[in-house]
């Protein structure tokens, strides 16, 4: 069943600012990580030491300034990323509180990265670093809603198929015949969150999702 959800009340489930959760959930695998610190090193080495020339010595404040960005990417980047995540499931029209239940999980690996390397006799080989990821179907009383997918972990081994789900759909259509995003996702019954990125508030979802359903 879908419960439609007001512009003032999604506001209150998504935040246009990172959470905490959000922004180490931005800052990646520790690749991407190694990536953000790499360019707010050389970045920020390079922009200071221009401000320190006396070819640029009139613009020494703009300089520094972008130094300083520059050094603390690493820092504003996660937030920038999940901020913008946030504003395009924002974006969308309408959307629409799901009280629906489990209708399927199932597992699949799934290729993260690649990377060539040469073998034994000298050929380039191609390596695949794969992950195992766990995929929830979702329905309701009138049919199929969509899936939602996140690596696997121990804890989720206890998802079975029946367990009621609560979760938030996006579209631009009103009667929600294409559904374009889904949320992470609540199992109530074993008070789980699952997704691979955390886009509600947490605790206001869960008010939420009691004020609407069992009130």
């Known amino acids: 069943m879908l419960f439609p959800i007001k512009p003032n009340e999604i506001n209150k489930l998504i935040p246009s600012v990172a959470t905490g959760k959000q922004f180490n959930a931005a800052l990646g695998n520790p690749q991407k990580v190694f990536q953000r610190i790499m360019i707010s090193a050389i970045g920020g080495v390079i922009t200071l030491l221009i401000s320190q020339s006396q070819v640029t010595s009139q613009f ?49 690996d799934r290729v993260e990265n690649q990377q060539e390397q040469a073998n034994k006799d000298g050929r380039l080989e191609v390596l695949e670093k794969k992950r195992t990821w766990v995929v929830l179907d979702i ?30 759909v996006f579209s631009n259509r009103r009667d929600f015949e294409r559904i374009q995003a889904i949320s992470d996702a609540w199992c109530p019954d074993i008070n789980l969150w699952v997704g691979s990125y955390p886009f509600l508030l947490r605790p206001a979802f869960e008010e939420f999702v009691n004020m609407r359903i069992f009130d």
Do not use: H
């Not at 980047?77 to 009280?99: Q, Y």
């Not at 998802?159 to 789900?165: A, E, N, S």
């Open 60 to 108: 020494y404040s703009l300089w520094l300034v972008l130094g300083v960005i520059f050094l603390l990417y690493i820092l504003w980047g996660p937030i920038l990323e999940a901020s913008r995540k946030n504003s395009k499931f924002k974006s969308f029209s309408f959307s629409a509180l799901v009280d629906g239940y489990i209708s399927d999980v199932y597992v699949e």
């Open 139 to 168: 329905e309701d009383e009138d049919g199929f809603i969509g899936n939602i997918s996140f690596p696997l972990q121990n804890k989720f081994n206890i998802l079975t198929k029946g367990m009621r789900i609560n979760c938030v």
